[in-house]
């Protein structure tokens, strides 16, 4: 049916022109009138209620209708078009909560009636975080495509969580990794205990417990430890005038300096009674009558062992 535009009057400099389009009879198309006219999914006679679709997709929908109703919920009695906020979901809608629709309160139909989903910018049951449009798999520190938070092993270093490096499944505790477990780029001194480190306690302060070489401070490693040890020396070399304990008390057996009182010394780790050690642990020379068996001593305090360290029945 061909349908012509309304005429266009010009008076007094004005411009005036019917929106309406008129049918050949003279009538102006409208919604309404039961006519497809251009842009409308269906329409309706007024007096009957009787719905012409004028999509496939309102066909379809149409079939699927309770028709004792006349007419199916979707072509509105005022509106011949699809409106997304009308409260109707229609074909073309995967939802429709009229007022309702938000597209900032969480889990609501969205005011393109989508349902809530990961992408629109809100946090919605399920998920960790939205940022829309910045949601991403490649920004560091950035909501991720999926909305879940950034984490170690995503394959993205985020500084914001403090990591270093993250190559996602191929961080490893290998000490030829370039990422480990933590997302720390392996070495000393990254705060974190690697396989092959004593301590790691993320500086390089050579004096504290823990070396710049992530090895315990301990005495004969010419590190010194401070509040610890009054002075350092390598160990096993020539010590000067520091103790092999590293501190000062002066008299006090095992420190390596022969102190008044003492017949030897030759530190904690020397001084033993092990059967020939020159210094015995209270810092006395070996004898006969240490306790211990040394050579040329048959025996020494046993049960039958004489003052001279020799069996009695073989005298």
Known sequence: ???????????????????????????AARCGDGKCDSGEYCDYYYDDRNMHCCTE???????????????????????????CGDGIQDPDEQCDDGPANS???????????????????????????????????????????????PYCGDGVADPGLGEACDEGPNNSDDPNATCNLVCLIPGCGNGFLDPWEQCDDGGTDP????????RYNVCGDLRL?????????????????????????????????????????????????????????????????????DTGEDCDGQPGCAPDCRWIERR
């Open 57 to 83: 997709q309102c066909e379809e929908a149409l079939r699927n209708c309770d028709r004792s109703w006349k007419r199916c919920p979707f072509c509105d009695s005022f509106d011949c078009y699809s409106i």
């Open 207 to 214: 004096e504290d417990d823990c070396t710049e070489l992530c």
């Open 225 to 293: 430890r401070q509040g610890a040890e009054f002075c350092e020396y390598l160990y096993p070399h020539d010590r000067g005038d520091c103790r092999y304990d590293c501190g000062m008390d002066p008299l006090k057996c095992g420190d390596g300096s022969l102190d008044p009182g003492e017949e030897c010394d030759d530190g904690f780790d020397r001084n033993t009674d092990v059967s020939d050690a020159a210094c015995r642990p209270d810092c006395t020379r070996r004898r006969c009558g240490d306790g211990v068996t």
């Open 1 to 27: 049916m061909e349908i012509k535009p309304a005429r266009v009057l010009i008076t007094a400099g004005f411009v005036v022109a019917f929106v309406a389009w008129l049918y050949p009879d003279g009538s």
């Open 103 to 149: 597209d900032t309160t969480p889990d609501a139909c969205r005011t393109d009636c989508r349902p809530a989903r990961c992408g629109d910018g809100q946090i919605d049951t399920g998920e960790e975080c939205d940022e829309g449009s910045h949601n991403s798999d490649t920004v560091p520190d950035a909501c991720r495509k999926n909305c879940t938070l």
